[in-house]
């Protein structure tokens, strides 16, 4: 089957749909799950990259009508992202567990 890469044309996300269904009989953006649109989010958040409608319309078009479809908007889709907790270790625990680690007492 022939590949159709239409994510890199500035043409209106509804318009690349139309012309992906019409080649593929199908559209890419059927590969995005309600998961899949809240885990891609999640990255995105985590690696500080804007999640807006204007910045998704503009680079992500295929992931913008996926959040529409699935959410109604990109900001209740944004909204439903969790919160990525992480704890940080002190200075000093890093410090000793680096000691440890050159002592191979890992």
Do not use: C, W
Not at 50 to 67: E, F, G
């Amino acid at each position: 089957m022939r590949q159709l890469n239409l994510s890199m044309l500035p043409i209106n996300s509804v318009i690349r749909m139309q012309l992906e269904r019409a080649y593929l009989g199908g559209s890419q953006m059927d590969m995005y799950t309600k998961e899949t649109v809240l885990e891609v989010l999640a990255e995105m958040k985590y690696l500080g990259k804007p999640i807006s409608s204007v910045s998704l319309q503009r680079d992500r078009p295929q992931l913008y009508t996926a959040a529409i479809e699935h959410f109604g908007s990109v900001e209740m889709a944004a909204s439903q992202v969790p919160t990525v907790k992480y704890k940080t270790k002190s200075l000093v625990e890093q410090e000793r567990e680096h000691n440890r680690y050159l002592l191979g007492l890992h």
